[in-house]
């Protein structure tokens, strides 16, 4: 069994990073998607930073190809590959989901973190550059991208004003980031995805000077990295 889910999971990450290809890529939801045109959003990143998943598909594909060959029966590896399995499998689905209809792809996306998140944090301590790096950087990307995903949707849909939105959610993602990075706070990766995605905001937000999307997000950007720093030190001593 134990050999066949390490298979299981290097299939899972192998549709997962050929999806884009398979549906036209993605880089971010069109604005006539909703029925208030969501043409510049403030929560959603710019355009480069979703740049980041081709890193995470090619991490996601090696680790897992490492673990299927080295690592098949290894009782440090079995803990996250259930929850792994379940996020990339999902994931294999969600560009084509997101084509057709922003809520649903928000319903995916949150289905996806939630096993995401367990694998991470269940992710044991060997081999942390094929074991727990490329599951952490997808699970703080995705922390991200599901606030985002939120934002696009409540503003989108008339539930409260593009403003309020970014706002809200760019609060909600950080207190969730914080949480997670709390209960692992040695490994570097997982904050570096959030903070890319927030690097990718506060960019976005600099041509209109939004002042509340661009001070929430570089403030977020400081505390997870300072944190991160303080954590990678820590684990270093």
């Known amino acids: 069994m134990r050999r066949t889910l390490s298979i299981l999971v290097l299939l899972a990450a192998v549709a997962f990073a050929v999806s ?33 998943w081709g890193l995470i598909f090619a ?65 044991g301590r060997q081999d942390a550059v094929w074991q727990v790096r490329p599951v952490a950087l997808y699970a703080g990307w995705l922390t991200a991208a599901t ?34 990075q709390a209960a692992r706070p040695g490994e570097w990766a997982y904050p570096a995805g959030v903070i890319w995605a927030l690097t990718g905001i506060f960019v976005a937000n600099l041509s209109t000077a939004n002042v509340p999307v661009l001070a929430l997000s570089a403030l977020a950007v400081l505390v997870l990295g300072w944190r991160a720093a303080g954590g990678y030190r820590l684990n270093r001593a």
């Open 20 to 52: 884009p290809m398979l549906s036209n890529g993605f880089g971010g939801y069109r604005p006539d998607q909703f029925p208030i045109p969501q043409a510049d959003p403030p929560i959603q990143p710019a355009g480069w930073a979703f740049s980041i």
């Open 59 to 123: 991490w996601l594909v090696a680790g897992s190809a490492f673990g299927a060959w080295k690592r098949r029966e290894d009782p440090d590896w079995q803990p996250m590959r259930p929850a792994l399995l379940v996020s990339l499998a999902l994931g294999a689905f969600w560009i084509e989901t997101a084509h057709r209809t922003p809520i649903g792809a928000t319903v995916l996306i949150v289905a996806m973190l939630v096993p995401a998140l367990a694998a991470f944090l269940r992710a």
């Open 147 to 180: 606030g985002a995903s939120f934002g696009l949707v409540v503003g989108g849909f008339g539930v409260m004003s593009e403003q309020a939105a970014a706002i809200l959610c760019l609060l909600a993602v950080t207190g969730a980031a914080l949480a997670v």
